[in-house]
């Protein structure tokens, strides 16, 4: 392995970890399968400007050859469909996909391989979510699935202004610069992307101008970041009374964490741009993008999504993907919920798909360590560790941490190790780090999960 997240790369030296970079992404080109995502990214710039009868026609036959491939393929659903008595040829209309009872994280788990489409393509690819809200569950895609996502994600690229092999900035959480690093050149550029990737692990106060002048220097068309990272170096422009003075940059990309209305407020005044918010579930299963006018749309071409409203004016979304049949979820109920917009609203744009007016998902502290950092998106310390059934990090003080698990009976001293290495290189010598075992994790009043919890002063505990 020779990723950004290689004990190799972490002890390269800067001029061969960018040689790394630009290698794992020429290797990641090849292994693309180019032919299917041109014939998408095709198919998928018409398919944004049809009509409300038009794409619900592409839907309908859509999830019909899924389900079709699924009941001839899956063993999971050959069993539910014989036991239910579906038959995805005699669908006439959207609303006879509800025979399909809706799939739930615990029966994808309880499932396994059984969800894994037989006989080929024998090239597939196991990616897992992390133990922190739940047990982890891995997800399989071929390349006809990686191909498919990269079609949409560049899509919404399009919809920010860029264009293929521009300049773009990369600030989302990808240890590009090793923790042990405290200054210098705090970022690396990917000459096969063209892309300046920054460290999300370095932001601090006495960092920020160095970020920015980077930024300024290199002058990207479009930055793709962590909400939380983007809106700290908005946060230090507002507080040295400045704005970002690139010429180039037409719009910032925001992904993986909740963006909020006041840090998009603010990204957009400091940086004088669009802040584009995407949103992706790891289940592939929908996909919701900002247009040119701000709007949350979502991609019906991606997915056939159901809004199941809780009553308050959000949603759960159940829903299904067209883009992976090697592991096809056909009405899966995602984690994340949506705040429903007016159903009239026409926008702007032109385009038919549904709005939604913002995409809620987890709202979290961020773990500050004594030299200034703010650390998010602890996400990656968990990621494959299947014994783990919850997480939360919890900060008392500035120089201590500690790790609650909920360990499951696989879970032994190996996976410890590894948790407590990982989380060293995060959050630097400085701190801390105890792992304590509980029997299980609070949640807020309002119900809600924390994967991280500050309990310093100055932290926000208004949503708890
Ligand atoms: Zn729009």
């Known amino acids: 392995m020779i990723s950004s997240h290689s004990r190799f790369y972490r002890y390269a030296s800067p001029a061969l970890q960018e040689e790394l970079l630009s290698f794992t992404s020429r290797l990641r080109g090849m292994v693309t399968a180019r032919g299917a995502m041109a014939r998408t990214a095709r198919a998928i710039e018409r398919s944004q400007w049809l009509a409300p009868a038009q794409w619900q026609a592409l839907q309908l036959e859509s999830m019909r050859q899924l389900a079709l491939h699924a009941g001839r393929r899956v063993p999971y659903y050959r069993e539910l469909f014989a036991e239910y008595g579906i038959d995805p040829a005699r669908w006439t209309s959207l609303d006879d996909l509800c025979e399909v009872p809706v799939l739930t994280k615990g029966e994808v788990i309880a499932a396994g391989e059984r969800l894994l489409a037989e006989g080929g393509p024998w090239l597939r690819f196991k990616g897992s979510t992390s133990g922190t809200t739940g047990r982890a569950m891995s997800g399989w895609r071929d390349r006809r699935a990686i191909?498919?996502?990269?079609?949409?994600?560049?899509?919404?690229?399009?919809?920010?202004?860029?264009r293929h092999g521009e300049r773009r900035a990369w600030l989302r959480g990808e240890?590009?610069?090793?923790?042990?690093?405290s200054d210098g050149q705090l970022w690396r550029m990917n000459r096969a992307d063209n892309m300046?990737?920054?460290?999300?692990y370095h932001l601090t106060p006495k960092n920020g101008a160095a970020y920015i002048e980077a930024l300024e220097r290199f002058d990207p068309v479009m930055i793709q970041a962590y909400p939380s990272s983007v809106s700290y170096l908005a946060r230090w422009l507002e507080e040295h009374d400045r704005g970002y003075r690139g010429a180039s940059l037409r719009g910032i990309v925001t992904s993986s964490e909740t963006l909020s209305p006041a840090d998009r407020q603010i990204i957009a005044g400091r940086f004088g741009c669009g802040v584009f918010d995407w949103y992706g579930a790891f289940e592939r299963v929908a996909a919701i993008g900002t247009c040119e006018h701000g709007h949350y749309h979502v991609m019906e071409d991606y997915g056939c999504v159901e809004f199941e409203a809780n009553g308050d004016g959000t949603a759960n979304l159940i829903a299904?993907?067209?883009g992976?049949?090697?592991?096809?979820f056909l009405r899966y109920r995602a984690d994340d919920r949506v705040v429903l917009a007016d159903p009239a609203f026409a926008c702007p744009c032109g385009r038919s798909f549904r709005v939604v007016e913002r995409v809620l998902g987890r709202v979290d502290d961020?773990?500050?360590t004594p030299d200034g950092r703010h650390v998010v998106m602890l996400d990656w310390i968990f990621s494959g560790l299947f014994g783990l059934v919850e997480a939360q990090v919890v900060q008392e003080r500035l120089d201590e941490v500690c790790i609650r698990i909920v360990a499951g009976p696989d879970f032994g001293n190996r996976d410890e190790q590894a948790?407590?290495?990982?989380?060293?290189?995060?959050?630097g010598e400085q701190v801390i780090i105890r792992i304590e075992r509980v029997a299980q994790i609070a949640r807020t009043r309002s119900g809600k999960f924390r994967q991280i919890v500050s309990r310093l002063s100055g932290s926000d505990e208004s949503n708890v």
């Open 419 to 427: 948790l407590l290495l990982r989380a060293r290189e995060r959050l």
């Open 175 to 181: 240890p590009v610069v090793p923790a042990r690093q």
């Open 320 to 322: 299904t993907g067209f």
């Open 196 to 200: 300046l990737m920054l460290s999300s």
């Open 366 to 368: 961020t773990i500050r």
């Open 324 to 328: 992976n049949r090697c592991m096809p």
């Open 147 to 162: 191909a498919f996502e990269q079609a949409f994600v560049q899509r919404q690229a399009h919809w920010a202004g860029y």
